[in-house]
């Protein structure tokens, strides 16, 4: 059924079939289409506005050729779609040849070389774009669907794990923003198994972390009067409960809505993107906004940072990460919003920021029930 779904949808876009029609008569060896593509047009289709072939950055061509695995080859066949479809975005890849620069592009250990175009789909991103089709000479539709079709048809936003890890895939959701461009979607993220990763001492959490911690150690030594701190979307709270241990009277306010994370910070399961808690604690000395603006909307970033005014007193402390060039903007949004800037840490290899801005002047609370942020639907069971 789901398959007679998903080819009723691409059927009924000319745009598609064209596609699929020009990849088919290229003659590539074993040429799919899939990810991006397949994943726009059904969820624009049945979770979003429509589908617009304008807002595709590429159209990915997987086809499997062991023969040749030069990168010339990937650039022959796209040249090749090219000429027959100039208005396409086309990005050819050869699937057998993936092991090659896998590792070159984006790090660690290198890969086994993949067997096949379903073993090579079985690596993509989500399960919802772990999905390609082709079409033949007889004119039938083929499905290549590893992990089935329930979260393509659902709008589920699932991390494959196979081959993307949970800061990878962090950084992709904040760079496709599914809550935003399809609004029926729910995003799906493993909280718990993200937080794993701080086991590893030399992964890129662990480094951010640790740079935090020093930056609430200075904001401590700076205010030795300190008494309330709040970490918005705790986690496990190890940003700040080892910090806090060696420093009596401060009681935080953890905030966290995964129960599992919070029940290791020793708090309960709250919602950070809503004022209510923030109001019941008291104005801050220190807040942490570690790990959320990379999580939510451009839109919801700038409401958060005009609200801390209202949350924090004169003087207090702000201690916030961000991935990438994306932190330029967050740094602007706090200096104008009344914050002067202590610090900014830019890893030269490493896509994490972390800043430090400091309020100069409180303003009025904002309304309980105000809602700041959210994490776009997601489900934090």
Known sequence: MGAARLETIVRGDAWVMRVLA???DAGLPDAWVGAGLIRDLVWGELHGDGFRPGDLNDVDVAFFDPRDLSRGNDDAATEKLRAAAPDVPWQAKNQAAVHTWYAERFGGEPVEPLRSIADAVGTWPETATAVAVRLDHDDRLHV???YGLDDLLGGVWRRNP????PEYSRQRRARQRPAERWPGVTVVTDWVRWHDEYADPDSPLSRRRAIVQRELRAALDRDATATRLISMCAGDGGDVLPILATRPG?????LEMDPELARRAGTTSA???????YLGYGRAHILLACGVFGNVSADDTRRTIATLPGLME?????????????????RDLFAGHGFEELGFVRPDDARFRVGVHRLTTAGPPPPYGMRMFGFGGEDHG
């Open 314 to 330: 004169s003087g207090g402390v702000v201690i916030w990460s961000r991935a990438g060039d994306e932190s330029e903007h967050v």
């Open 22 to 24: 020009t990849v088919r």
């Open 250 to 254: 401060i009681e935080p306010l953890l």
């Open 144 to 146: 290549c669907a590893p």
């Open 162 to 165: 196979r081959r993307v890890s």
């Open 271 to 277: 919602d950070a993107g809503v004022t209510d808690p």
